[in-house]
């Protein structure tokens, strides 16, 4: 099977810029998707593909990757960005699986 | 509006069984891909399971193969997740989601507000 890593927490200064990664095999193959997720709410997808967002996020999230690692990157980030950061993949392995990354606490000092 | 509403949570005593439902509104649900996708307090996001549009195409979870179901009735815009055989480490909040265009298998644009499932004597 395919595992996805996040860095557990990582901080960024109001109006800074941040980036989150995620590392696996799969995604030498699969683009990640992220998901973005506040206290008691469900997540929400923020980039897809190969640095697309859905309707609605703001231009200041971003996607790129190399290798085997994705990135999220939020240029300026606000206070409002405070949240879990989530990053999915299919599995490497072709038997039609999906992994999630750990997780990364983003505080905004 | 797209939304998905969750419901069927609750306690229940380990080996037990429990149902969950997810009903769907604001889109034309026999045309999507849908998914449960779970998280157990305080951890990260767990995939379970998937189904195709029309229900013909089915993957699990390595952690639930075996013990929980996915289903769907298009007629009534609802989507299930018959859980059998419950066990503490299934206890989490369970979330539907709707799969994207871009990727129906990893993509997730909509998603319910979760249903709690709690597994203990």
């Known amino acids: 099977s395919s595992e996805l890593t996040q860095d557990p927490a990582v901080s960024v200064a109001l109006g800074q810029t941040v980036r989150i990664t995620c590392q696996g095999d799969s995604l030498r193959s699969y683009y990640a998707s992220w998901y973005q997720q506040k206290p008691g709410q469900a997540p929400v997808l923020v980039i897809y593909?190969?640095?697309n967002r859905p309707s609605g996020i703001p231009d200041r999230f971003s996607g790129s990757s190399s290798g085997n690692t994705a990135s999220l990157t939020i240029t300026g980030a606000q206070a409002e960005d405070e949240a879990d950061y989530y990053c999915?993949?299919?599995?490497?392995?072709?038997?039609?699986?999906?992994?999630f990354g750990g997780g990364t606490k983003l505080t905004v000092l | 509006e797209v939304q998905l509403v969750e419901s069927g949570g609750g306690l229940v005593q380990p080996g037990g069984s429990l149902r969950l439902s997810c009903a769907a509104s604001?889109?034309?649900?026999?045309?999507?891909?849908m998914n449960w996708v779970r998280q157990a307090p305080g951890k990260g996001l767990e995939w379970v399971s998937y189904i195709s549009s029309s229900g013909s195409t089915i993957y699990y979870a390595d952690s639930v193969k075996g013990r929980f179901t996915i289903s769907r009735d298009n007629a009534k815009n609802s989507l299930y997740l018959q859980m059998n055989s419950l066990r503490a480490e299934d206890t989490a909040v369970y979330y539907c989601?709707?799969?994207?265009?871009?990727?129906?298998?990893?993509?997730?644009?909509?998603w319910g507000q979760g249903t709690l499932v709690t597994v203990s004597s």
């Open positions: 604001g889109f034309t649900f026999s045309s999507y891909e």
């Open positions: 999915n993949s299919r599995d490497s392995s072709g038997n039609h699986r999906v992994v």
């Open positions: 593909g190969k640095n």
């Open positions: 989601a709707r799969s994207a265009d871009y990727d129906i298998l990893t993509g997730y644009d909509y």
